[in-house]
């Protein structure tokens, strides 16, 4: 959650139109501060498969599959109205609206209300199909909405002033939350078999995705290419494609992430405990540094130029989530220190919320 608002920091605070995947005119430096972030939005979709798992201990099945569909419907609706007016753009106009990733991870959610009626196993395979053979479908390039939608990215809609773009493409998200629900089934046994699985699992993962990037045939879109330095061939060889991701994205960004699970359960420090207030509330976490980012843009805007239209302005695609005024952005080393004032300034809002949800069982907090 922390290193999801760096990206977020630097797409309000960063120099606009700095593209930190291109090679040919990013520094390292850029490219690293949007490669570390590369591990959230998988984690997030396979761990949130894996709490729908550990929920249904507590559920029938049926209960299950009614409150992943209302808590997906819920996430769409948040997605489209309340984020995409109140935290991204601040505006009512909806002349660009960008799908991303709490609609993709509502769309997953009620998939899996339907998929939790198979055996385990097969929800495994399903998601597993889905994960490594959809680059299969590369190749294909249609401009129909539903497969955008499913996978493109592309604009989905274009017409009378409005524009719809679908950036998180639904199949191989799907697969990965199916995946995750399946990891959860680990989460009954005993502390030492879960970790040899995940120590085993996420060791084989990071083995695969090097085989695999390395032969350079299969697993992503864009092949990695020799650069005039081996840390650029290195950068390269680790610049994979998360829309969609690819195969060889997920294996480089889920393997580590089983480690971690792994180590996480090992480790006796105490250092990392005011991290799980975000972890305990982390959809009120999301809520809240879009608007203070957007609200904090808001204000140094004004003090740098008298006025802040253009943080209320997002006419085109191009212009998203604001348009930039004349010399907007800022460097690298002022992206991280907003980004750490940012994280710092939502911890005692999400730490209040935390306890709230602690004390109280009311069923409506369960969708924040």
């Not at 972030?37 to 997030?44: I, Y």
């Not at 199916?178 to 502390?191: D, F, K, R, V």
Request: net charge positive; aromatic share 16%; hydrophobic share 55%.
């Amino acid at each position: 959650m922390i290193l999801m608002a760096l990206d977020h920091t630097r797409d309000f605070f960063g120099i606009p139109g700095q593209n930190p995947t291109n090679l040919a005119t990013a520094s390292a430096a850029l490219f690293l501060t949007r490669w570390v972030t590369h591990f959230c939005a998988p984690v997030f979709f396979f761990l949130m498969g894996t709490g729908a798992f550990l929920a249904g201990q507590r559920r029938s099945r049926t209960a299950l599959s009614r409150f992943l569909l209302t808590r997906g419907a819920w996430l769409i609706v948040l997605e489209l109205v309340v984020l995409r007016c109140f935290a991204y753009q601040f505006n009512f106009d909806y002349r660009v609206t960008m799908l991303l990733v709490l609609w993709a991870l509502g769309w997953a959610l009620i998939f899996l209300a339907a998929l939790v009626w198979l055996p385990v196993p097969a929800i495994a395979v399903i998601g597993g199909v889905m994960v490594v053979t959809h680059n299969l479908l590369d190749a294909l390039r249609f401009t129909n909405p539903v497969w955008l939608v499913l996978h493109g990215p592309g604009v989905v809609l274009n017409q009378s002033g409005h524009v719809v773009f679908a950036a998180y493409p639904l199949v191989p998200w799907i697969g990965v939350t199916a995946l995750g629900y399946a990891l959860g089934a680990a989460y009954t046994w005993t502390p030492e078999r879960r970790r040899r699985l995940l120590l085993g699992a996420g060791a084989a993962l990071i083995i695969a995705f090097f085989v695999i990037r390395g032969l350079n045939v299969y697993g992503d879109p864009s092949p990695w290419k020799s650069q005039p330095t081996a840390l650029f061939t290195a950068l390269s060889f680790l610049n994979t494609t998360k829309y969609p991701p690819s195969l060889a994205f997920l294996l480089m960004t889920l393997g580590p992430a089983l480690l971690a699970l792994a180590w996480a359960e090992r480790s006796a420090h105490t250092w990392h405990r005011p991290l799980l207030v975000f972890g305990r509330v982390p959809l009120f976490y999301f809520v809240w540094h879009f608007v203070l980012l957007h609200a904090a843009a808001v204000v140094i805007c004004v003090v740098k130029y008298g006025t802040a239209h253009w943080m209320f302005e997002s006419p085109d695609l191009g212009n998203y989530p604001f348009t930039p005024p004349p010399g907007w952005g800022f460097t690298l080393p002022v992206v991280y220190l907003a980004w750490v004032t940012v994280v710092l300034a939502v911890y005692p809002l999400c730490r209040w919320f935390a306890a709230l949800k602690a004390r109280r069982r009311n069923a409506w907090l369960s969708y924040l």
